[in-house]
């Protein structure tokens, strides 16, 4: 399940297999970007069982037993109601060892997507 090459600009979000809980929690306080990172990579995760699936940076296939240990929660900037609140790019095992910056430049930038610029004070996650 490719990354929609229709969004120009994004909010990325890294969702990382080991802070899950981190993540779940933030939804069930209410967060809304942490509510929207876990409905996408739920839909993924759906998909997985339908369609064939490859790991955003390197293209690996994706099984059922080989589930991804890290999402590119990709988030459009640009709010428009006939388009997907937000896409889930999945990562492989392999693939999710190396730090966020790596996951950005060989999962968004291979494909061809644009993250937006970042806010004031805010940091890759």
Not at 40 to 66: H, I, Q, Y
Not at 73 to 85: A, C, F, G, M, Y
């Amino acid at each position: 399940m490719p990354a929609s090459k229709d969004f120009e600009e994004h909010r990325v979000h890294i969702m990382r297999y080991q802070d899950r809980n981190r993540w779940l929690a933030a939804a069930r306080r209410g967060n809304e970007a942490a509510r929207l990172c876990q409905w996408a990579a739920s839909k993924w995760m759906k998909g997985m069982a339908t369609e064939p699936s490859a790991c955003t940076c390197c293209d690996r296939v994706l099984s059922g037993a080989d589930i991804p240990r890290a999402f590119l929660i990709l988030v459009p900037t640009r709010r428009d109601p006939e388009r997907v609140r937000a896409t889930a790019c999945a990562v492989c095992a392999e693939c999710s060892r190396h730090d966020n910056q790596w996951l950005v430049n060989e999962g968004l930038y291979r494909n061809g997507l644009s993250r937006a610029e970042p806010r004031p004070g805010e940091r890759l996650q």
